[in-house]
């Protein structure tokens, strides 16, 4: 079975006291705790870079067609998502 690249991570040594008192304290390797860190944080900046570039892309479509909701048509619609109705998006308009 391959083994898993290695990668070194340097921590000042109040931070990495600090993981290791909390690793103890919930009965799991400090590795495990970075690895699931990690995790969390590499998915938490990929969905925050997917929302800048489509916020971005959303932006540039507006300025080429002018195609809106106003802030009532869109409250009304999230309103209905939010109390569980299966309704289509409002129309954009210019």
Request: cysteine-free.
């Amino acid at each position: 079975m391959p083994t898993q690249p290695s990668t070194l991570l340097g921590l000042n040594p109040e931070i990495e006291s600090r993981l290791r008192r909390l690793a103890e304290s919930r009965h799991q390797p400090a590795e495990s705790l970075m690895r699931q860190a990690l995790e969390q944080y590499v998915e938490r900046e990929e969905r925050r870079q997917q929302l800048r570039q489509d916020a971005l892309a959303a932006w540039t479509e507006y300025q080429a067609t002018g195609q809106h909701l106003t802030e009532g048509e869109a409250d009304v619609w999230l309103s209905r998502l939010e109390a569980g109705e299966d309704v289509e998006p409002p129309v954009p308009h210019t």
